[in-house]
């Protein structure tokens, strides 16, 4: 049983690069017919907002990435301080005292004599009463893990062999000194207690994965498979993360990215696959294959979302915009008709607002220098209503007869007359559907 989890904090909303983590996960779980757990890594209880558990949920709910169970590690606390305990008695867990200006000390003076900045154990040298006046001074210590000094070796899913020496790394903390549970405890429990089976993340905790791989196998845990995606870069390579503010989803969605034109991206980019549109999460879960991923950083532009999602609106029907199209004032009998002349010529949904005005109100004509004579007398020659899908070939045969004007010097002054902009839907049926409104107003 395939069991994958997508574990965010909440301390913000969730980004382009929290999504590619969230989607390999998910996919992973769908087309295993396995579990995809939502699980609320709040052990922080100063960054962590609920305000950001609810916008977690949203999000992923406007993208259909619907989760089988949430977990919150705040109502795991017990079973936290229960492993600690365990962890204690086998001996696998010291209580250091270093304040982080001493730590920091200690690391430069490492780095100065080319040595690798890794926690000396210095506390495990520590009396008990050298530890009870600590404790009386400072207040109570951290609690670090004691790793192995060995190689820790994995497969991953991504990147392939991996082995890291567990004495190039620090001893992990994972309690504070005023008792908070930090990340790497609570998440060792969770995933054997929740018997997850693959783990995907950001490459960024590959140095966690080595030493979670330690941890979870003295409490007894089954190592899962882990995979770790490159991280995300600009188009020309540069680092995302202080743009990542605005590349929440939310903010895409404000800027009418459409779901399936963000998921279908996020499935391929970074992958061996070209990137293309999907229909439905059917068809996402049936193209992915995490072994296609790369470990180069992968190149993300924003830009590449909004022709995906025109093309994604040009695939819909009428009645998967019907709210969106009522929601202009434009009549029910006509939404059909003014989809189909506008759908080709929007990129997100707010460009309806822009076309529906267009026929409601009609347009200021535009007639450029030395057309309005040539303007003025096609309007002679516009046939009377109603107006048909063949009332703009009538009427530029007629004028094209009148003036001997042809090809674009023909049709794009009577566009412009008419539309108001160069570009737009198929004159034949933006005719009928100008006076349909037109006479209904
Ligand atoms: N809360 C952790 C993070 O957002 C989860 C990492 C993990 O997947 O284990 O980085």
Same mark, same amino acid.
């Given at each position: 049983?395939?069991?994958?989890?997508?574990?965010?904090?909440?301390?913000?909303?969730?980004?382009?690069?929290?999504?590619?983590?969230?989607?390999?996960?998910?996919?992973?779980?769908?087309?295993?017919?396995?579990?995809?757990?939502?699980?609320?890594?709040?052990?922080?209880?100063?960054?962590?907002?609920?305000?950001?558990?609810?916008?977690?949920?949203?999000?992923?709910?406007?993208?259909?990435?619907?989760?089988?169970?949430?977990?919150?590690?705040?109502?795991?606390?017990?079973?936290?301080?229960?492993?600690?305990?365990?962890?204690?008695?086998?001996?696998?867990?010291?209580?250091?005292?270093?304040?982080?200006?001493?730590?920091?000390?200690?690391?430069?003076?490492?780095?100065?004599?080319?040595?690798?900045?890794?926690?000396?154990?210095?506390?495990?040298?520590?009396?008990?009463?050298?530890?009870?006046?600590?404790?009386?001074?400072?207040?109570?210590?951290?609690?670090?893990?004691?790793?192995?000094?060995?190689?820790?070796?994995?497969?991953?899913?991504?990147?392939?062999?991996?082995?890291?020496?567990?004495?190039?790394?620090?001893?992990?903390?994972?309690?504070?000194?005023?008792?908070?549970?930090?990340?790497?405890?609570?998440?060792?429990?969770?995933?054997?207690?929740?018997?997850?089976?693959?783990?995907?993340?950001?490459?960024?905790?590959? %140095?966690?994965?080595?030493?979670?791989?330690?941890?979870?196998?003295?409490?007894?845990?089954?190592?899962?498979?882990?995979?770790?995606?490159?991280?995300?870069?600009?188009?020309?390579?540069?680092?995302?993360?202080?743009r990542l503010g605005t590349l929440s989803l939310r903010d895409l969605r404000a800027r009418g990215v459409e779901p399936m034109a963000l998921l279908s991206l996020m499935a391929r980019l970074g992958s061996s696959d070209p990137v293309e549109l999907r229909g439905s999460m059917d068809e996402l879960i049936e193209g992915f294959d995490i072994s296609r991923f790369g470990s180069a950083p992968t190149k993300f532009d924003e830009n590449d979302l909004f022709p995906l999602t025109a093309h994604h609106l040009q695939t819909l029907p009428v009645e998967a915009v019907a709210s969106d199209i009522a929601a202009l004032g434009v009549p029910d009998d006509i939404a059909g008709q003014?989809?189909?002349?506008?759908?080709?010529?929007?990129?997100?949904?707010?460009?309806?607002?822009?076309?529906? %005005?267009?026929?409601?109100?009609?347009?200021?004509?535009?007639?450029?220098?030395?057309?309005?004579?040539?303007?003025?007398?096609?309007?002679?020659?516009?046939?009377?209503?109603?107006?048909?899908?063949?009332?703009?070939?009538?009427?530029?045969?007629?004028?094209?007869?009148?003036?001997?004007?042809?090809?674009?010097?023909?049709?794009?002054?009577?566009?412009?007359?008419?539309?108001?902009?160069?570009?737009?839907?198929?004159?034949?049926?933006?005719?009928?559907?100008?006076?349909?409104?037109?006479?209904?107003?």
């Amino acid at each position: 049983m395939t069991v994958t989890r997508f574990a965010p904090s909440p301390t913000g909303y969730i980004h382009i690069g929290n999504l590619r983590t969230a989607l390999f996960n998910y996919l992973i779980a769908r087309k295993a017919g396995g579990t995809f757990i939502l699980r609320i890594d709040d052990t922080d209880p100063e960054r962590s907002k609920e305000e950001y558990v609810d916008a977690i949920k949203e999000d992923l709910e406007w993208l259909g990435l619907t989760w089988d169970r949430i977990e919150r590690q705040s109502g795991r606390l017990d079973r936290y301080a229960e492993t600690a305990d365990k962890l204690r008695e086998m001996g696998k867990f010291y209580e250091a005292f270093e304040t982080p200006t001493e730590l920091d000390l200690k690391r430069k003076k490492q780095l100065n004599m080319g040595k690798p900045p890794v926690y000396d154990r210095a506390a495990l040298a520590l009396s008990d009463a050298e530890k009870d006046a600590l404790r009386a001074e400072r207040g109570s210590g951290v609690w670090r893990y004691k790793l192995d000094h060995e190689r820790i070796a994995w497969t991953d899913g991504i990147l392939g062999d991996i082995s890291i020496d567990a004495a190039s790394v620090s001893d992990p903390v994972l309690i504070r000194g005023d008792g908070q549970v930090l990340y790497t405890l609570a998440s060792i429990v969770d995933d054997t207690d929740m018997g997850v089976t693959h783990v995907v993340r950001g490459s960024d905790h590959v %140095t966690n994965t080595a030493t979670q791989i330690q941890m979870i196998e003295a409490i007894g845990g089954t190592v899962p498979e882990f995979a770790h995606h490159s991280l995300l870069t600009g188009p020309q390579g540069e680092a995302l993360s202080k743009r990542l503010g605005t590349l929440s989803l939310r903010d895409l969605r404000a800027r009418g990215v459409e779901p399936m034109a963000l998921l279908s991206l996020m499935a391929r980019l970074g992958s061996s696959d070209p990137v293309e549109l999907r229909g439905s999460m059917d068809e996402l879960i049936e193209g992915f294959d995490i072994s296609r991923f790369g470990s180069a950083p992968t190149k993300f532009d924003e830009n590449d979302l909004f022709p995906l999602t025109a093309h994604h609106l040009q695939t819909l029907p009428v009645e998967a915009v019907a709210s969106d199209i009522a929601a202009l004032g434009v009549p029910d009998d006509i939404a059909g008709q003014f989809w189909a002349v506008a759908k080709d010529n929007i990129t997100t949904r707010a460009d309806l607002a822009e076309w529906w %005005t267009l026929f409601r109100d009609g347009a200021e004509p535009l007639i450029e220098e030395g057309d309005e004579a040539f303007v003025a007398e096609a309007m002679t020659l516009l046939p009377d209503g109603p107006y048909t899908e063949t009332t703009w070939s009538e009427w530029t045969s007629a004028v094209k007869e009148a003036t001997g004007r042809k090809g674009k010097g023909l049709f794009m002054p009577l566009r412009l007359a008419v539309t108001g902009r160069r570009n737009g839907p198929d004159m034949a049926s933006v005719m009928p559907l100008l006076q349909r409104v037109r006479a209904k107003g």
